[in-house]
């Protein structure tokens, strides 16, 4: 089975950039190696990583860290879905 793993955050207004090379650093520090990763970034300096593993949909599997207080807006936001497959 295929498992993703959403993480989404906020940047304080004008830290867009730093929260992506953020991310990108946790990234790189992960135990272990996902599938496959992909980094996004939208308006508003939202910051999206999605990480694919091979393990069962309840596995304990590494996550980003919350960023520091002052780098983000808000809590970030955690998703976790089964892959149904794709093109």
Known sequence: MTVALMWEARAVPGRGAD???WAQERLRELPGRPLRH???RAPQDRVLVITWWDAPYDADLPEL????????VRAV???RFESLGGA
Do not use: I, M, Q, S
């Open 77 to 79: 936001h955690r998703w």
């Open 65 to 72: 860290p919350e960023p520091d207080e002052e780098r983000v």
């Open 38 to 40: 992909e980094t996004l």
């Open 19 to 21: 929260l992506l090379a």
